[in-house]
């Protein structure tokens, strides 16, 4: 019953590799986001979507691809890893646009070797 | 850059006692504010906002506080149990039709038994 679930938890891969990121909600919400936790825990939006259209686009590499193929689902590729790269990647949703009330997922751990 | 920051990095407290984590913020458009919790190897969870046009808010156990005169924020926990330990991050919202918050650093709030 877990409301932002995303897969997998921990990521290990090579530099150069191509990797994706699952998010699904099922909370009924319109909004889904993907942010970025660095090593100091600093919170950064990568994309927001709302009812499968990107809306919010941050200066992100567009090595990063994120794809919404319903409003329950947010997953995102990265293509070409780098070492910059790894950080814990966080999914969160919320009812629409404008609700702050995020509900966050656990995170995806990305380690970049 | 950012315009949310924190006074505190790390803050120790026993159980029992009242903790107060501050955050400050340097935009004066900015018009919604959020707490948000964050325990080890899970997702940030909201704790309480508030608009700016109020001083203060109230919760369970949690009360926000804003000063607007010298653009301040501080998150008071009654009677601090060790489940309160967690990173606690301050979000403001600038408005103007912006709806993503701007996270600030985080503070490391450690609740010794």
């Known amino acids: 019953d877990t409301a932002v679930s995303q897969t997998p938890k921990y990521l290990v891969t090579q530099m150069g590799n191509d990797k994706s990121i699952k998010c699904e909600q099922n909370l009924g919400h319109d909004t889904m986001y993907w942010y970025k936790q660095d090593s100091k825990k600093f919170l950064k939006i990568m994309f927001s979507y709302n009812n499968k259209e990107l809306i919010i686009n941050e200066t992100v590499p567009n090595r990063f691809s994120p794809k919404s193929p319903d409003k329950a689902h947010l997953n995102l590729h990265i293509n070409s890893l780098e070492l910059g790269d790894s950080a814990v990647y966080f999914c969160?949703?919320?009812?629409?646009?404008?609700?702050?009330?995020?509900?966050f997922g656990s995170g995806t751990r990305l380690t970049v070797v | 850059g950012e315009s949310v920051g924190l006074h505190l990095p790390t803050l120790s407290v026993q159980e029992g006692d009242n903790s107060i984590i501050n955050c400050a913020y340097s935009n004066s458009a900015s018009d919604y504010f959020i707490w948000y919790k964050q325990e080890s190897g899970k997702g940030p969870q909201f704790i309480i906002d508030i608009r700016s046009n109020m001083d203060k808010r109230q919760g369970q156990r949690v009360t926000v506080l804003l000063n607007k005169t010298v653009k301040h924020l501080s998150l008071q926990i009654a009677a601090t149990q060790p489940g309160d330990s967690a990173v606690y991050f301050c979000a403001e919202n600038i408005g103007g039709g912006s709806y993503i918050p701007t996270f600030g650093r985080g503070t490391s709030l450690i609740v010794h038994p």
């Open positions: 969160a949703s919320s009812q629409e646009p404008g609700d702050y009330g995020y509900t």
